[in-house]
């Protein structure tokens, strides 16, 4: 695999910072997370092919434990408010003093400077903060979350790998690790640039309002619709020769039909809408499957997660990977040809790693059960 050899100490957090570990175990790095004795919340989601250690940051011999295990660390990826890490021991000027080769990757919402650093937030507050959450959703109705994709997970998480990879690719000549300040609200504007630059530079993409253009719900060819069953397909048939297509699809006698508006007239956009939501609602998502499968027309059938695991092609791309519980889950994306990801599926119990990982670390038993029983580090009762 890839990253095999790498070693990461990933603090642990939710959402965005175990998925970042998650890539780098995915892809055959050794990624300790450090788990709280007892956190409030599970730190169990994303957490497939890790090692866990359970430790009490707060007391000075947790905080050597960690220490040590940076100092044998290539990355540590933390999760805390700008200063938590510095008022434990373990900012980036300690630790990088003992371990110069260390990427310290920082997950934090609004970044570790400015008048907002130390706000608390989630991925509404830092789509809202950058602009981005104005362009979400339909025009008749407030801006619409896509969940927390955008920030969490897009700005944050996956920027703050290609951050970490370009410190490992930096290291290479220079010898030294860096700090890698990565952002949820300046990640996600960062991931939105095309909103930004096509406003900019094809402004005729977005002559109206949220929900009122090309890409955000006005179109009435890229859109979704209803079918007979409660179902839903979603329509991109944006180039000419697909709106083309799709007209064929639907029988509505191609893009000559007198009666129907024409593609570009954005001031009968609501009138073509209501044209297609008829139609589609005349048959099953199954039929319009059917019709659709040898038209070349950007028209696909809305999935739910266990019909997206069961697709043809998605099972020959290996999309997905069986797991012990549950419904499938997204195996590890891009797909590399000559050390392709392996991940592992087995999700560790909090701590299940203490001791093992502190017998790599040089402790011996005695100092081991005697941190056990002070209650610095802990195991699965």
């Known amino acids: 695999m890839a990253l095999k050899g790498l070693r990461v100490v990933e603090m642990a957090g939710l959402a965005p910072s175990p998925f970042a570990g998650m890539i780098f175990a995915d892809n055959g790095a050794d990624v300790i997370r450090v788990d709280p004795l007892k956190p409030l919340i599970s730190s169990n989601i994303l957490s497939r092919g890790k090692r866990s250690i359970a430790v009490n940051i707060k007391k000075p011999d947790g905080v050597d434990l960690v220490r040590k295990l940076t100092s044998q660390a290539d990355i540590l990826i933390e999760p805390f408010r700008p200063g938590v890490m510095e008022r434990l021991g373990l900012g980036p000027e300690k630790l990088m003093e003992e371990n110069k080769r260390l990427i310290y990757a920082r997950l934090s919402g609004y970044g570790q400077n400015g008048p907002m650093a130390q706000a608390a937030g989630h991925d509404i507050n830092y789509l809202a903060m950058n602009g981005v959450l104005s362009k979400l959703g339909r025009s008749s109705e407030a801006p619409f979350p896509p969940v927390n994709l955008l920030a969490d997970f897009a700005g944050g ?225």
């Open 157 to 381: 998480s996956s920027l703050c790998v290609v951050g970490v990879l370009m410190a490992l690719f930096s290291r290479h000549s220079s010898g030294l690790g860096q700090v890698v300040d990565a952002s949820l609200a300046d990640g996600a504007a960062y991931i939105s640039s095309f909103l930004f630059s096509s406003l900019n530079k094809m402004s005729m993409m977005w002559p109206g309002g949220r929900g009122c253009n090309v890409l955000d719900s006005g179109c009435p060819y890229y859109n979704t619709y209803r079918t007979k069953d409660d179902k839903f397909m979603a329509v991109g048939a944006l180039e000419p020769q697909f709106y083309s297509s799709l007209l064929k699809g639907l029988d509505l006698n191609g893009p000559n039909n007198p009666d129907l508006p024409h593609q570009m007239d954005m001031s009968r956009w609501s009138e073509l809408s209501t044209i297609f939501s008829a139609k589609f609602q005349s048959k099953t998502q199954e039929e319009w499957v059917q019709i659709f499968s040898s038209i070349d027309a950007c028209v696909s059938p809305v999935l739910s997660f266990a019909e997206a695991a069961a697709h043809p092609h998605n099972i020959e791309r290996e999309m997905f990977l069986e797991v012990p519980e549950g419904i499938p889950e997204p195996a590890p994306s891009p797909k590399l040809s000559n050390t392709p990801a392996s991940p592992g599926v087995r999700i560790p119990k909090l701590g299940e790693h203490t001791m093992e990982i502190l017998e790599s670390l040089g402790y011996d038993k005695e100092t081991s059960h005697g941190l056990l029983q002070s209650k610095v580090v802990n195991v699965p009762g």
